[in-house]
């Protein structure tokens, strides 16, 4: 199959064509870049992206705090650890680097805070 | 009257690397005004991540990246107030603010760095027609509601601008729930980056409509629906390619303003095109020992070139106050042939030759020219751009030569040299 593609690694942001009939020999046309190729071939083959949201917090100076994925997720996940956030209610104090969700949905990666929030 | 070396006014990014730089350049008679409970401004409602690549070669939330800032203004012990709201700077350096602790007090500074950041243009600003049902939010304003107070302010959304707000809270509103039914952008292009398009609405399928804008919102008491229409060359909406999309709400992410209006009580001088102050290369305005740095001397990309901007105004307020005499003559860096504005936007004319940033905008996409600055018409530095967008800014450095040449000369300009125009 065939399909269109926005390079996002600069901001030229080639169009690229990608041919990915062969998946062992996916082809990528319009990059002026080396680069475009290696994005086009991750977009295709697994592609992923962080996820940041919100989480409750009882007890803080703040009712919200904010967090991210370690890492990228597979993007398959993201509505998944979405509705994992919304079940999970802190208790101050949190701090930044905490472990929120540990391993999302099986994929190794934890959900963690990037925000501290002391205890009033 | 309490007398302080600097006053610092926001603790936002701005501000914190400002207080930083000038306590590290031996000022430590600083003080931060911030008007809201905790330092950081806008980063905290940023939960995104793609903050700080430049500065600290990773990619940090916007929090994280505050928190990078925070804490090195307290492990300095440099004094900030919070819920403190500064309501005059005088041009003789007198600084009014209240707090519900400190009642109103004045302060006599010897420098004052305004650090107060931009605000977003409001409904007002664009004019658009129909019915004031409740359901128009900012998109800042939708971000801080869900992000910071969790509250989702609408179900059915449509977003007016494609600028990288808009598209960020597309994203957000579906991850919490909502449904996007459109981005409409008034121009052919979209001033936000394609990296976030991709991210943001592509993911989603959500649709972007080029040369479309809003007309009309239907809805007595809650928005119920907006008109779109394309627009012509002049930007003219046109009649018969009217459509309603039904929906809830209406997020507006039509551009930002720098927030001057201490900057006109001091009777700093602004310029007419980024709306913030005309400032030289110390980032010093028109009123000796008041300084300007981060989005409220002009809307910036990205937070890690507001840091570094700010970090040489905190440097530049120390010498100031520690009695290095403002130049007084100055030469105006002219923009020509599509460059829309360079800050600094003066030069001073001394003989203090450093290596020195230079940051713009273009007024159009152009592809395949040479950024130049010339001194006295002659091309002593260039640059070749494959491409060059207003929604990106360009950022150049001359060296300490370059910057004697350029001091030196009787004018100063910076072009665009265009080889193939698209």
């Known amino acids: ?92 104090p949190v701090h930044i680097g905490d472990v929120v969700v540990a391993d999302i949905g099986g994929c190794g990666v934890d959900f963690i805070a990037t925000k501290n929030v002391e205890a009033v | 009257m309490r007398n302080i070396n600097l006053v610092i006014v926001g603790g936002g990014p701005a501000g914190l690397a400002a207080a930083k730089a000038a306590y590290d350049a031996g000022e430590r008679d600083i003080l931060i005004l911030e008007r809201e409970a905790e330092l950081g401004g806008i980063l905290n409602q940023c939960i995104h991540n793609g903050f700080g690549l430049h500065t600290f070669k990773e990619e940090l939330t916007g929090p994280e990246y505050a928190a990078r800032y925070i804490t090195e203004v307290i492990n300095r012990n440099i004094c900030y107030k919070l819920n403190a709201t500064v309501i005059d700077v005088s041009n003789s350096k007198v600084v009014t603010y209240v707090s519900a602790e400190d009642g109103l007090v004045q302060l006599q500074a010897k420098a004052i760095i305004l650090a107060c950041g931009c605000r977003e243009r409001p409904r007002g600003a664009i004019n658009i027609a129909g019915m004031r049902g409740a359901g128009v939010f900012s998109a800042g304003t939708a971000q801080k509601l869900v992000n910071i107070d969790g509250y989702l302010p609408g179900k059915e959304v449509v977003i007016l601008g494609s600028g990288d707000i808009g598209l960020i809270m597309a994203r957000r509103m579906t991850f919490e729930g909502a449904h996007v039914s459109a981005v409409v952008e008034l121009m052919p292009y979209s001033s936000g980056l394609n990296r976030n398009i991709v991210q943001c609405l592509n993911d989603f399928d959500i649709p972007l409509y080029f040369s479309h804008t809003v007309v009309d919102i239907k809805g ?203």
């Open chain 2, 220 to 422: 007595k008491d809650r928005v119920e629906g907006v008109v779109i229409a394309q627009v012509d060359e002049k930007l003219q909406p046109i009649k018969s390619t009217e459509r309603l999309i039904p929906c809830d709400t209406l997020l507006l992410s039509v551009g930002l303003l720098p927030e001057n209006e201490l900057a006109k009580n001091a009777e700093v001088q602004l310029s007419n095109t980024t709306g913030g102050a005309v400032v030289d290369e110390n980032l010093m305005t028109n009123v000796d020992g008041v300084f300007e740095c981060g989005n409220v001397l002009h809307v910036h990309d990205l937070v890690d070139f507001v840091s570094a901007e700010s970090e040489n105004a905190g440097k530049c307020a120390v010498d100031y106050i520690n009695g290095i005499a403002p130049c007084r003559d100055k030469t105006v860096i002219s923009c020509t042939n599509g460059v829309r504005y360079c800050v600094p936007t003066v030069l001073n004319r001394d003989e203090h030759y450093a290596p020195q940033s230079f940051k713009m905008r273009v007024a159009n996409v152009f592809k395949k020219v040479e950024l130049a600055v010339l001194a006295d018409g002659v091309k002593i530095y260039g640059r070749k751009r494959p491409v060059v967008a207003p929604g990106e800014m360009e950022n150049i450095t001359l060296t300490a030569e370059q910057m004697q040449t350029l001091k030196q000369a009787k004018t100063v300009e910076i072009t665009l040299i265009k080889g193939e125009v698209k």
């Open chain 1, 1 to 92: 199959m065939s399909r269109e593609m926005i390079c996002i690694n600069c901001p030229m942001g080639c169009r690229l064509t990608v041919d990915d009939t062969d998946k062992s020999n996916i082809k990528v046309q319009g990059n002026t870049c080396p680069r475009g190729v290696t994005y086009a071939v991750n977009e295709i083959t697994s592609p992923k992206r962080m996820v940041t949201g919100s989480v409750k917090v009882d007890g803080g100076t703040i009712p919200m705090v904010s967090v991210k994925t370690r890492e990228a997720i597979p993007k398959g996940l993201i509505f998944d650890s979405l509705e994992l956030l919304k079940t999970v209610t802190l208790k101050a």
